[in-house]
């Protein structure tokens, strides 16, 4: 690349390099691991407690996410966490009413909208939902990049 940009060609090996170079990068942002949900319309309703706490992970896809089907007994008796790690998607994650809720949103170069207000770019966000609800909260630790995330209230 440097002789390049000096005006000289190195032949068919840099060809094979910079081919090898976006190969290589396609398949870094895509992945390998079987959890991985790669360029799709996705729904995930999780059931249980186990379920959401093992968390979700969407790459280059769209679609929601309802955990108002989770079996919760409120008042919840311990804080439950909901790992959400989004990359180049666009998500609605439907949180329920009977419980506390609290988002833990870090956003890289994203758009998180909730309650009506967008935020966009490089951002952390910490907001409540349901404070009014007795017991331990319902954690939702979102990791997005470069995707688009709504919250909404949901049941």
């Known amino acids: 690349l440097i002789l390049g940009l000096r005006g ?19 398949f870094n942002v895509v992945g390998n691991n079987g959890e ?20 979700f992970d969407i790459t280059a896809g769209s679609g929601t996410v309802d955990l108002t089907d989770m ?6 008796e311990s804080e439950v966490r909901v790992p ?8 609605t994650v439907v949180i329920p009413d009977e419980v506390p ?11 998180l909208t909730e309650q009506g207000n967008q935020r966009g770019g490089i951002t952390t966000r910490e907001s409540s939902y349901n404070t009014d609800q007795p017991g331990s909260h319902l954690v939702i630790q979102i990791h997005g990049t470069v995707s688009n995330v709504t919250i909404q209230e949901g049941n």
Do not use: C, H, K, Y
């Open 71 to 76: 079996n919760l007994e409120a008042p919840l």
């Open 8 to 26: 000289r060609t190195s032949g068919i090996l840099s060809f094979f390099a910079v081919a090898a170079l976006i190969t290589g990068g396609i």
């Open 101 to 111: 809720v609290d988002i833990r949103a870090d956003m890289t170069m994203g758009n």
């Open 84 to 91: 959400l790690d989004i990359t180049a998607s666009n998500v």
């Open 36 to 55: 991985r949900v790669r360029f799709q319309q996705v729904d995930w309703t999780p059931t249980s407690i186990q379920q959401a706490s093992d968390g």
